[in-house]
T-cell receptor
């Protein structure tokens, strides 16, 4: 069975600093997608960034970037220049190519200290 | 504006009652999903539907039922057989194209009194 593990239940960072959230996953598949979703206090799930497993280049979206290590089954999220609005729960998720099901990790609560 | 709506935002139910949560999307997406979120946990898949008049059980389908009579609507019924229904419920949809991105609604908080 596919599983996603986020080993950091909570993280905190000073405003304007950089923080990295960890995610590992377990799969025997070779074609899949990885996602980071943000859930702010409003509880609306928002896609932050996605990575296709066949791409070696790490995805970036403005201040958000990932470190995708396929052999190690690791998919960490780096947030640069942290802002107060980044405070939220962050969920790592995995989806097999062609499948309908997203598998989520348990989440990391990120606090931004002013 | 295109998006997903869920209603109501808050729902209270007495034990032994069935209750239906609404999910509507105007994104013209084929696939729709229902997730349950408990405190300190990630999202768990209840049911999903890839096309109209077809749906599949997810990981925690017991005590829940769904229907998909229209492309834009995917209501979830929480039955009295669900022993611990108090949770936050999220509906999502996906277009099935190459991006595999699921779009989420704002959620419904269900509390059993």
């Amino acid at each position: 069975a596919q599983t996603v593990t986020q080993s950091q239940p909570e993280m905190s960072v000073q405003e304007a600093e950089t923080v990295t959230l960890s995610c590992t996953y377990d799969t025997s598949e070779s074609d899949y997608y990885l996602f980071w979703y943000k859930q702010p206090p409003s509880r609306q799930m928002i896609l932050v960034i996605r990575q296709e497993a066949y791409k070696q280049q790490n995805a970036t979206e403005n201040r958000f970037s990932v470190n995708f290590q396929k052999a190690a089954k690791s998919f960490s999220l780096k947030i640069s220049d942290s802002q107060l609005g980044d405070a939220a729960m962050y969920f790592c998720a995995y989806q097999i190519q062609g499948a309908q099901k997203l598998v989520f990790g348990q989440g990391t609560r990120l606090t931004i200290n002013p | 504006d295109g998006g997903i709506t869920q209603s109501p935002k808050y729902l209270f139910r007495k034990e032994g009652q069935n209750v239906t949560l609404s999910c509507e999307q105007n994104l013209n997406h084929d696939a729709m999903y229902w997730y349950r979120q408990d405190p300190g946990q990630g999202l768990r898949l209840i049911y999903y539907s890839q096309i109209v008049n077809d749906f599949q059980k997810g990981d925690i389908a017991e005590g829940y039922s769904v229907s998909r009579e229209k492309k834009e609507s995917f209501p979830l019924t929480v039955t009295s057989a669900q022993k611990n229904p108090t949770a936050f419920y999220l509906c999502a949809s996906m277009d099935g194209g190459s991006y595999n991105e699921q779009f989420f609604g704002p959620g419904t908080r269900l509390t059993v009194l």
